[in-house]
């Protein structure tokens, strides 16, 4: 396979929905192994921006970019070293996250409210993410599972009803 037809099958909509919703049935099935992977996932992601930054930059790099970064790394270790602190933390992410889905799906609610006969699916997973994300902020403490469990049926719920409307608006085309 050479790198186009890569790229074909990670740019089609098909590919990204069914790999979303695969993804949504492990953190329902799943959900401490998939904390787990989320949080060395992240701490790596960490470590990779930083290493990149200073990579990138290494001719032109400042001061403060050069703190950043290293900041960036020692952060990322960090993590890594006391990832059960990453995973109880993880939750107050999950509601930052919810909330800032709740703003994007009540933005596709209103954008495609004249345009289709499927927006009141954006109004009501938006207003599903508005209160987990409620939820999360209020028990972050005690929800840390089922935080992963409820992004599960959350995900598997938008990917859903995102497939149907790709589905129906490629049928309309």
Known sequence: MNKKNINKIIN????????LLIISLLF???????????AYLLSGFIIFIGIYTI???????NKISLIISIFSIFL??????IIKAVINFI????????????LIQLF????????NDYSWSYLLISILYLISGILFFINYKTISKYSIILIGILLLINT????????NTQKNN
Do not use: A, D, H, R
């Open 76 to 81: 990322g270790i960090i993590m890594f070293i």
């Open 28 to 38: 329902i099935l799943l959900p401490t192994i998939s904390m787990t992977i989320i």
């Open 160 to 167: 859903t009803l995102n497939l149907i409307n790709y589905i």
């Open 12 to 19: 089609n909509k098909y590919f990204q929905y069914i790999s």
């Open 108 to 115: 596709n609610y209103f954008y495609s409210k004249n345009k």
């Open 91 to 102: 939750p107050i992410l999950v509601g930052i996250y919810l909330f800032i889905e709740f």
């Open 55 to 61: 990579y990138k930059k290494e001719k032109q790099i």
